[in-house]
């Protein structure tokens, strides 16, 4: 149980660190890495919804 509860606290710092390279990126318009680091952090914790208004855009900056 211990170790599982550490995994948890381990993927979502990774899901932060990924989103937080998403910031940096859509900010200096590179979007198409930006939807790289965007879906690494919903691949880690999908149930945040931040991430996915995040995707979205992204996803309509490059005009999908």
Same mark, same amino acid.
């Given at each position: ?6 995994? =948890?606290? *381990? %993927?979502?710092? !990774?899901?932060? +660190?990924?989103?937080?390279? *998403?910031?940096d990126?859509y900010?200096?318009?590179? &979007? &198409?890495?930006?939807?790289? @680091?965007?879906n690494?952090?919903? %691949? !880690?914790?999908?149930?945040?919804? @931040? &991430?996915? @208004? +995040?995707?979205? =855009? ?7």
């Open positions: 149980l211990l170790l599982a509860l550490a995994g =948890c606290g *381990f %993927a979502q710092k !990774k899901a932060a +660190k990924a989103a937080a390279r *998403f910031d990126l900010a200096g318009s590179a &979007y &198409y890495a930006a939807r790289i @680091e965007i690494k952090a919903i %691949a !880690k914790q999908d149930d945040i919804h @931040e &991430y996915w @208004e +995040k995707l979205g =855009c992204v996803q309509m900056a490059l005009g999908r």
